[in-house]
């Protein structure tokens, strides 16, 4: 820590630009208001070299642009859920109260009803620039009312381009380009390449036997991406018609079951799909015997080309787009946490006496010069402006501490730990180190659709109700998804599986969400 903010602080007062909070808080400029101090109850920051988020220069200039101190509740890490219920429970609030507001239980109109958070729409006139966001996005405006019209959080949003472009289908490009192969586009030509990888001596090792086309780990993460291809996803969503369906009990489940059956039978797939983990994984794909898999840009893609490259000269991961089969479109269905963003936000409580200046704080992150600091840090610090666009220093991009990109991203990058505001490609995608990145966030991000439903609150008796009932159902299709691709479950049986779900209660967890959505959708 010591050499970190030695080295840190030179560099900053070279630039007379401090990092570190060390001075007085100023007054900001003549004629604003005084600066006044929020409590504001939040995760604490990722990078452990931060005591808090005052320690970003980015939070400093935030400071002297509103004129608001913020001192930081941090829980413990692993207690922030604990935590955040016993505040509701006491009564002992702070000023701002971050939490997964979108979805907790009872909604929350009771927190509103309660007297524990604020309606925004009181103090429409100091957040003009995150109204003008919210009829831009009229998705967005409606998960964050309540059905009575009442704006309740000012959110964390992750542009599609980013949150629908982070996972996604992967290939080996060497693996290609041996056999003359052309990027899969379709479910029958990822069978087609599949059984290539198997029997043409795809990695060139003179072993025809050896290849690994498919794999799968964390039990089905990858083979499910292919879910899309037939229209369905492997829980809750919402259809076309707007009504709620569970996936795994629909007829494009069953025909995604059957080719992934086949796959298997084949040899296409990884035999211990349903065991693998990281390790396993990672010395398959760096003894070069793995062809394909469905993981993150980062810490699957620009993790494994590093060390691929350490120990091959040509080691290259690209991404496929997502594949077209029986529903006829690019369907993403791989999102569970809802559409458009992080369920959570950050809320105005009554225990705040000045809830206009803590609306308008908040609404300074969705301004141009709040989302600049949010993303990119401060000017000439962490970001200078490069034929028009702002492009990261080298304290960010080649840390004189040593720190990686990633690290140096928790440091000084406010957007890196989801506080609030909308986080943009422009600045994740310097974060990635290859141009094969990238074009697989772009290509991930380029769909006709994503599965998923909206992000709805049940009442506190609804949501016991779901969670009691989807208990036994999510754990009877894991068990049994498992042995139908792994043959130990003939697929002649897929109707009585069906019945017996339905039987444990899953048509009352539909109507649930089906009124919920309902709700959402007349808001």
């Known amino acids: 820590m010591k050499r970190y903010m030695l080295s840190v602080t030179v560099f900053l007062l070279a630039l007379c630009m401090p990092l570190m909070a060390t001075a007085p808080r100023e007054k900001v400029e003549a004629g604003a208001e005084e600066t006044i101090t929020l409590t504001w109850f939040m995760g604490a920051p990722s990078a452990t070299q931060l005591k808090d988020r005052n320690e970003m220069a980015a939070f400093q200039e935030i400071e002297k642009q509103t004129g608001v101190h913020i001192e930081w509740q941090q829980p413990a890490v692993g207690a922030f859920d604990e935590q955040f219920t016993l505040i509701l429970a006491s009564g002992e609030l702070p000023d701002l109260l971050s939490g997964d507001w979108a979805t ?32 831009l996005n009229q998705e967005i405006k409606k998960t964050v009312s309540t059905t009575a019209g009442k704006i309740y959080v000012f959110p964390f949003i992750t542009e599609p381009a980013i949150k629908n472009g982070y996972y996604g289908l992967m290939i080996r490009k060497e693996w290609l380009d041996r056999l003359d192969l052309d990027i899969p586009k379709t479910v029958i030509e990822w069978y087609d390449i599949l059984k290539a990888f198997r029997d043409r001596d795809a990695n060139g090792n003179g072993d025809p036997n050896d290849e690994l086309p498919f794999l799968s780990r964390f039990s089905r993460t990858g083979l499910d991406f292919f879910c899309g291809s037939f229209g369905v996803m492997g829980n809750f969503f919402e259809a076309a018609d707007h009504s709620v369906k569970f996936g795994p009990i629909e007829e494009g489940y069953r ?233 130990e479950k003939p697929l002649s049986e897929f109707n009585d599986y069906v019945s017996t779900i339905r039987k444990m209660g899953i048509d009352d967890a539909i109507a649930v969400y089906q009124a919920a959505v309902k709700e959402f959708n007349a808001r």
């Open 104 to 135: 907790i239980p009872g909604g929350p109109q009771r927190y509103i009803d309660d007297k524990i958070i604020i309606p925004l729409n009181d103090y429409a006139a100091y957040m003009t620039n995150y109204q003008k966001y919210l009829n």
């Open 255 to 487: 025909q995604w079951l059957a080719t992934m059956a086949k796959w298997y039978q084949e040899g296409l797939i990884d035999p211990d799909f349903p065991t693998n983990g990281s390790k396993r994984s990672d010395a398959l794909f760096l003894d070069d015997k793995a062809g394909a898999v469905g993981e993150f840009v980062t810490r699957t893609q620009g993790r494994l080309m590093d060390l691929g490259r350490e120990k091959y000269e040509s080691y290259t991961w690209v991404a496929t787009p997502w594949p077209i089969g029986p529903a006829g479109k690019k369907l993403l269905s791989w999102r569970g946490d809802g559409r458009l963003f992080w369920t959570g936000g950050v809320t105005v409580t009554t225990a705040c006496k000045t809830p206009d200046r803590a609306v308008k704080y908040l609404d300074f992150f969705f301004s141009e010069k709040g989302n600049r600091l949010l993303n990119f840090g401060v000017e000439g610090v962490t970001y200078n402006i490069v034929n028009g666009e702002p492009k990261f220093t080298n304290l960010i991009t080649n840390n004189p501490d040593g720190y990686s990109l990633a690290e140096a991203r928790t440091i000084f990058i406010p957007a890196t730990d989801d506080p609030l505001g909308v986080e943009v490609k422009e600045a994740f995608f310097q974060f990635l180190t290859y141009p094969e990145q990238i074009e697989g966030m772009e290509i991930w991000a380029d769909n006709d659709g994503v599965l998923g439903l909206p992000q709805v609150a049940l009442a506190d008796e609804d949501a016991q109700k779901v969670s009691k009932i989807m208990g036994d159902i999510n754990t009877y299709v894991s068990e049994n998804v498992s042995k139908f691709i792994m043959g």
